[in-house]
Every structure is written in C-alpha cells, then in structure tokens.
T-cell receptor
Framework: RKEVEQDPGPFNVPEGATVAFNCTYS??????FFWYRQDCRKEPKLLMS???SGNEDGRFTAQLNRASQYISLLIRDSKLSDSATYLC??????????????FGKGTKLSVKP | DAGITQSPRHKVTETGTPVTLRCHQT?????MYWYRQDPGHGLRLIHY???????DKGEVSDGYSVSRSKTEDFLLTLESATSSQTSVYFC???????????FGPGTRLTVT
C-alpha cells in the first residue's frame, strides 16, 4: 500500500463550485499533516496545516480523521486562481528525524469560467 | 516568501559528469532537505540535514551525496550523473522536524 494516496483527478469545475479532495495515509504513527498547492512548473507552497479538530482558512477547510487515516480539503466558491495541483502531505520517521514529509502525487484542479 | 534560493536553476549535463546543486537560505532554519520530483511520483526525499555537518539519507539517496558546512548552505552532489537522475530538484527548509517545510524554486536538471 502506498504511503499517501490521492485521487489524481483532474477535477474540472466551474467558478463558484465547491470541490473536495480526499487523501489516505498508511502510517498510523504520522504526526503532522499538511496540504500544499503546486502551480505548473513551480515549487510546492504550503496551503494549510491540518489539525485533529479540523481547521478553516477563508474558503478552505481541512479535516483529519486519525481513526480512518483520512485527510480532506474542501474548497468553497472556487476561483480561477485555485487551479493548481493539491498535494496531501504527512510526516514519517526517517533515521533520527521525526518529521520528514511524504507527499502524495497530487490532485489536479482546473477551475473554468 | 521564505528566503530560499537554488542554483543553478537549469542545467544540462552529460552522463558520467559530476554535478553539484546549491541551496541557500537566509532564514537560519536548522533543517534542510533535498527532494526530487518526477512525473508519476510524488516528491521524494533524497537527503536531509538537521544541523551543520549533520545529514542523513532519505528514500532515494543512492547516487547522491550532500554536505552542509554552514547553516545557510546545503549542497547536493551527483558524483557521476546518470539519465535516471534527470529530474526537478527542490530544496526545502524547516525550523523543526515537525513543522511545515518551505521550498525553493527548484532546479531542472537534464542528464543526456
């Protein structure tokens, strides 16, 4: 089983739509969770951290279900500028470090006028 | 944006030649990382550093070495480049190993 799995998409949605991305992870010891976005030919940029209680940042809401090892990202009122690839990221142990990141392959979102 | 630069930004080299990529940060963060990104794969960790002269291997470290002689610089070396090392290489920094990471702009390396 892959460590972090995401639906690759693409998700093609009209402006103003609500879209949800899901992610599952295999390492039950993972401690930290993030969503990054990556524009074409650019570096990944942190979108938001994901907390057990769920958290919201404007139009973006992230949820974590540790029992099911499941993370979600909800985008409301989609904008053209939301078009990007969204990466689900969890931390795993490597050597003496607690928090090396494992990235999903990403879900591509395309918001159309 | 976090102060991270990578050099060179683009490089074409021949099989068998040595290549060194540089990551420079101005944030004084303790942790630095090298990743590669290839189509069909997520970002994969090559090596990381948790302090000056302290480094460790990641998931795909074969064929790569790293060095960190100063807090601000983390070098990735391909001792003898192969075509399978054609990729986009990203450097990242973090204050702590459990905190979010911030990425540099990337280096596109082509090995012919």
């Amino acid at each position: 089983r892959k460590e972090v799995e995401q639906d690759p998409g693409p998700f093609n949605v009209p402006e103003g739509a609500t879209v949800a991305f899901n992610c599952t992870y295999s390492n039950s010891a993972s401690q930290s969770f993030f969503w990054y976005r990556q524009d074409c030919r650019k570096e990944p940029k942190l979108l938001m951290s994901v907390y057990s209680s769920g958290n919201e940042d404007g139009r973006f809401t992230a949820q974590l279900n540790r029992a099911s090892q499941y993370i979600s990202l909800l985008i409301r009122d989609s904008k053209l500028s939301d078009s990007a690839t969204y990466l689900c990221v969890v931390t795993v142990n490597y050597g003496g470090s607690q928090g090396n990141l494992i990235f999903g392959k990403g879900t591509k979102l395309s918001v159309k006028p | 944006d976090a102060g991270i630069t990578q050099s060179p930004r683009h490089k074409v080299t021949e099989t068998g030649t040595p290549v060194t990529l540089r990551c420079h940060q101005t944030e004084n963060h303790r942790y630095m990382y090298w990743y590669r990104q290839d189509p069909g794969h997520g970002l994969r960790l090559i090596h990381y550093s948790y302090g000056v002269k302290d480094t460790d291997k990641g998931e795909v470290s074969d064929g790569y070495s790293v060095s960190r002689s100063k807090t601000e610089d983390f070098l990735l070396t391909l001792e003898s480049a192969t075509s399978s090392q054609t990729s986009v290489y990203f450097c990242a920094i973090s204050e702590s190993d459990t905190y979010e990471q911030y990425f540099g702009p990337g280096t596109r390396l082509t090995v012919t």
